[in-house]
């Protein structure tokens, strides 16, 4: 006797569409971040100006992409494909 029953096709897709959605959300996110963090050149290279380079922008903003970024990145990760 053979087995009759018919099995499920296996999905053999990892991630769902929204999955990559969701990555590629958080890559836009990291890269506005690291976009702020790199900021603009100096008008002079000789002089230091420290309000550009300790602007709220590099110090807090552009870490807080990064980080809001990577944790996108974990939740499309870990986010179960919804079944078709």
Known sequence: ?????????????????????WMLAGLAVMALGFF???????????????????????????PILIIAGLVIEIFAIMRKPKDS
Do not use: C, H, W
């Open 1 to 21: 006797m053979a087995n009759d029953k018919k099995q499920a096709p296996a999905n053999t897709n990892l991630f769902g569409k929204e999955n990559y959605t």
């Open 36 to 62: 702020l963090m790199a900021g603009g050149k100096s008008a002079d290279a000789k002089v230091f100006n420290d309000s550009d380079v300790y602007s709220t922008t590099r110090i807090t903003i552009a």
